[in-house]
């Protein structure tokens, strides 16, 4: 029974497993095994930011790549488009490969072709294609760089002006450019400078009109005559002048510069230049009348005219200035600076008279007139007794001034002895030193470039120290010169010394000087200096004395009326000693002081 069981167990076995085995081939027949659909993938960026930096043209702006299980092969082309929907696509280029590059410089002068603005952030997609298939698109924010130059639009070549001094505030023109490659939404910080320079010198120094982030800027005739008079200009002469527009652009990268075409334009400047003498003539000007046998000479300081006058109301009372002596065309009349802003003194206004000549209302007698060219003011004032300059007396200071150092205790004074000039006596050393208008302000020196810019002829003994200060330097042979300051011919010269006075010699006699009392036995000796000064130390008592022109010669005396009468400014510590001969008489505290005569500024005066 056994063995029959396990007899029928097997044939089960059998039958399952043929039942299996069946089954399977059942199941092979009918499974359906499936792989990916192929594709044209373009890969989507790591980065999708670019700004393209113009300082590295040739870097890569992008790379992208792709895959293609499609055709697997052939010619891509790499397009890129404004929007999404590739409407207006442009071709970037072609390639056998599976990837892409453009350089930073091509890349920014694709986008330019397309219309792209400057320094905005755009979106640019690209794709690519292989014949008829065509892959997804990606996106990129782009920023480029600007490249197409500025525009002058206003003036052109055809531009003619000429310029004038009456209104220097006055507009010559308003210069107008475009820049196309800015849109409204520019991040770019961008300035621009209006230049000009002469014809054919490429802008190796140009002049600047000014800059501005605006795309205009008004000209002013004041301000661009020195510019162009600074370019080649001649005063009166038409010529040409070169103009440009520098744009720059200030990014993290650097400065972009971008440069305008040149236009030339012609243009007529006026002279700037003063001469160094105005010429009064006119029958107001009593001395000169309406001829050139004697008018009246102002000479300029600086930039003002000055001088005395002797002004008249009668015959007319006109008169008018001249630039050039002898000739009637030179004349400024009242109009002319009425014309350039100038306020007149009271006592002067408009004849009337066909001319426009001046004319003077007040009261006859002599006057001290000056021409500010630089406040546009013609005043009248009293009358200057001596000579006229602009300071009394100019200092020296420095160790090149053997007498003075670099202190104040004693510092070289270069006395005012005729218009604008300053002479003296002056002991010099191979040292450095410096020109003062003030005493003990050290603000006020007047250093070497200070004349050399002013257009000074320097004595070919003095250099610029070069000492961080730009003193003047003395080069020459230590001892004693003669210096002169001429402002008005603008020269710094040295000559042999000079103690030139009317006499060598003045003595000093009478009981106010206690050292000579009334004799001749021992008179204070009161020398001529330096030109035209006579300097001593007097011990003054309050009493009369007198002054003598020779030794032991009471008719040589000169009193107190003498010098009054001469115009002298006398001190205040002197009075008319009413004695009979009208001596002079020290009415200060007795002691020893510095007696000084300056003979051409008609002063006495004493110090400490």
Same mark, same amino acid.
């Given at each position: 029974?056994k063995?029959?069981?396990?007899i029928i167990?097997?044939?089960?076995?059998?039958v399952?497993?043929s039942?299996?085995?069946?089954a399977?081939c059942?199941?092979?027949?009918s499974?359906n095994?499936?792989?990916?659909?192929?594709?044209f993938?373009l890969?989507?960026?790591?980065i999708n930011?670019?700004?393209?930096?113009?300082?590295?043209?040739?870097?890569?702006?992008f790379?992208i790549?792709?895959?293609?299980e499609?055709?697997?092969?052939?010619?891509?082309?790499?397009?890129?488009?404004?929007?999404?929907?590739?409407?207006?696509?442009?071709?970037l280029?072609?390639?056998?490969g599976s990837t892409?590059?453009?350089s930073v410089q091509?890349?920014?002068?694709a986008?330019?072709?397309?219309g792209?603005?400057?320094?905005?952030?755009i979106?640019v997609?690209?794709?690519?294609l292989?014949?008829?298939?065509t892959s997804?698109?990606?996106l990129?924010l782009?920023?480029?760089?600007?490249?197409?130059?500025?525009?002058?639009?206003?003036?052109?070549?055809?531009?003619?002006?000429?310029l004038s001094?009456?209104?220097?505030?006055?507009?010559v023109?308003?210069v107008t450019?475009?820049?196309?490659e800015l849109?409204?939404d520019?991040t770019?910080?961008?300035?621009?400078r209006?230049?000009?320079?002469?014809?054919g010198?490429?802008?190796?120094t140009?002049g600047?009109?000014?800059?501005?982030s605006?795309?205009?800027m008004?000209?002013?005739?004041?301000?661009?005559?020195d510019?162009?008079?600074?370019?080649?200009?001649?005063?009166?002469?038409?010529?040409s002048i070169d103009?440009?527009?520098?744009?720059?652009?200030?990014?993290?990268?650097?400065?972009?510069?971008r440069?305008?075409?040149?236009?030339s334009?012609?243009v007529?400047p006026?002279?700037?230049?003063?001469p160094?003498t105005?010429y009064?003539v006119?029958?107001?000007?009593?001395?000169?009348?309406?001829?050139?046998t004697?008018?009246?000479?102002l000479?300029?300081?600086?930039?003002t005219?000055s001088?005395?006058i002797?002004?008249?109301?009668n015959d007319?009372?006109?008169?008018r200035?001249?630039t050039?002596?002898?000739?009637w065309?030179?004349?400024?009349?009242y109009t002319?600076?009425?014309?350039?802003g100038?306020?007149f003194?009271?006592?002067?206004?408009?004849?009337?008279?066909?001319?426009?000549n001046?004319l003077f209302?007040g009261?006859?007698?002599e006057?001290f007139?000056?021409?500010?060219?630089?406040?546009?003011?013609?005043?009248?004032?009293p009358?200057?007794?001596g000579?006229?300059c602009?300071?009394?007396?100019?200092?020296?200071?420095?160790?090149g001034?053997?007498?003075?150092?670099?202190?104040w205790t004693?510092p070289?004074?270069?006395r005012?002895?005729?218009?604008g000039?300053y002479?003296?006596?002056?002991?010099l050393t191979?040292?450095?030193?410096?020109?003062?208008?003030?005493?003990?302000?050290?603000?006020?020196?007047?250093?070497?470039?200070?004349y050399?810019?002013?257009?000074? !002829?320097?004595? /070919?003994?003095?250099? @610029?120290?070069?000492? $961080? #200060? &730009? %003193?003047? *330097?003395?080069? =020459?042979?230590? +001892?004693t010169?003669f210096l002169?300051?001429?402002?008005?011919?603008?020269e710094i010269?040295l000559?042999?010394?000079?103690?030139?006075?009317?006499f060598?010699?003045l003595w000093?006699?009478g009981?106010?000087?206690?050292?000579?009392?009334?004799?001749?036995?021992?008179p204070v000796?009161?020398?001529c200096?330096?030109?035209?000064?006579?300097?001593a130390?007097?011990?003054f008592a309050?009493?009369?004395f007198?002054?003598?022109?020779?030794?032991?010669?009471?008719?040589?005396g000169?009193?107190f009326?003498?010098?009054?009468n001469?115009g002298? !400014?006398?001190? /205040?510590n002197f009075? @008319?000693?009413?004695? $009979? #001969? &009208? %001596?002079f *008489?020290f009415? =200060?505290?007795? +002691?020893t002081?510095t007696?000084?005569m300056?003979?051409i500024?008609?002063t006495?005066?004493?110090?400490?």
């Amino acid at each position: 029974m056994k063995k029959i069981n396990n007899i029928i167990n097997k044939i089960c076995v059998a039958v399952l497993a043929s039942v299996f085995l069946l089954a399977s081939c059942d199941t092979e027949e009918s499974l359906n095994i499936t792989s990916p659909d192929p594709v044209f993938e373009l890969e989507t960026p790591g980065i999708n930011n670019i700004f393209l930096n113009f300082e590295l043209p040739a870097n890569a702006a992008f790379t992208i790549s792709w895959k293609d299980e499609i055709s697997q092969s052939g010619t891509y082309e790499v397009q890129m488009a404004l929007e999404n929907t590739f409407q207006s696509p442009v071709s970037l280029g072609t390639t056998d490969g599976s990837t892409f590059s453009m350089s930073v410089q091509d890349f920014n002068t694709a986008l330019k072709s397309a219309g792209v603005t400057s320094f905005e952030q755009i979106p640019v997609y690209m794709r690519i294609l292989n014949g008829t298939e065509t892959s997804n698109s990606i996106l990129f924010l782009v920023t480029t760089y600007a490249v197409a130059i500025p525009e002058i639009t206003a003036p052109d070549n055809t531009f003619t002006t000429v310029l004038s001094d009456v209104d220097p505030e006055a507009v010559v023109t308003t210069v107008t450019w475009e820049d196309s490659e800015l849109g409204n939404d520019s991040t770019a910080d961008v300035s621009y400078r209006l230049e000009i320079a002469e014809p054919g010198t490429s802008f190796a120094t140009p002049g600047l009109v000014g800059t501005t982030s605006e795309t205009s800027m008004e000209v002013k005739h004041g301000a661009f005559n020195d510019l162009v008079l600074a370019a080649g200009g001649t005063p009166g002469t038409e010529g040409s002048i070169d103009m440009r527009v520098v744009a720059t652009i200030t990014t993290a990268s650097g400065d972009l510069v971008r440069t305008s075409d040149v236009v030339s334009i012609k243009v007529t400047p006026y002279s700037v230049a003063l001469p160094t003498t105005l010429y009064v003539v006119g029958a107001g000007a009593a001395d000169a009348g309406w001829g050139w046998t004697s008018p009246v000479e102002l000479a300029l300081q600086g930039r003002t005219y000055s001088g005395n006058i002797r002004l008249t109301p009668n015959d007319g009372g006109n008169f008018r200035f001249f630039t050039v002596r002898d000739d009637w065309g030179s004349g400024q009349n009242y109009t002319y600076y009425a014309e350039r802003g100038y306020t007149f003194d009271a006592n002067l206004t408009d004849a009337m008279d066909g001319d426009n000549n001046f004319l003077f209302t007040g009261a006859e007698g002599e006057y001290f007139i000056e021409i500010d060219t630089e406040n546009e003011t013609i005043t009248l004032g009293p009358p200057v007794v001596g000579p006229n300059c602009v300071f009394d007396q100019l200092w020296v200071v420095g160790a090149g001034a053997v007498d003075a150092g670099w202190g104040w205790t004693s510092p070289v004074r270069i006395r005012c002895t005729g218009n604008g000039v300053y002479q003296g006596n002056i002991n010099l050393t191979n040292d450095a030193f410096r020109f003062f208008t003030v005493r003990d302000d050290w603000g006020s020196g007047r250093n070497f470039p200070f004349y050399e810019n002013d257009g000074y !002829t320097i004595d /070919a003994n003095f250099e @610029n120290a070069n000492d $961080g #200060d &730009s %003193n003047f *330097r003395f080069t =020459g042979a230590p +001892g004693t010169y003669f210096l002169t300051v001429d402002t008005v011919n603008k020269e710094i010269k040295l000559e042999a010394q000079n103690t030139d006075c009317e006499f060598v010699d003045l003595w000093i006699v009478g009981a106010g000087a206690p050292d000579a009392g009334w004799g001749w036995a021992s008179p204070v000796e009161f020398s001529c200096v330096d030109i035209g000064l006579y300097s001593a130390q007097v011990t003054f008592a309050n009493d009369a004395f007198r002054f003598f022109t020779v030794r032991d010669d009471w008719g040589s005396g000169r009193n107190f009326p003498y010098y009054q009468n001469e115009g002298y !400014t006398i001190d /205040a510590n002197f009075e @008319n000693a009413n004695d $009979g #001969d &009208s %001596n002079f *008489r020290f009415v =200060g505290t007795p +002691g020893t002081y510095t007696l000084y005569m300056d003979t051409i500024a008609k002063t006495i005066t004493i110090s400490n």
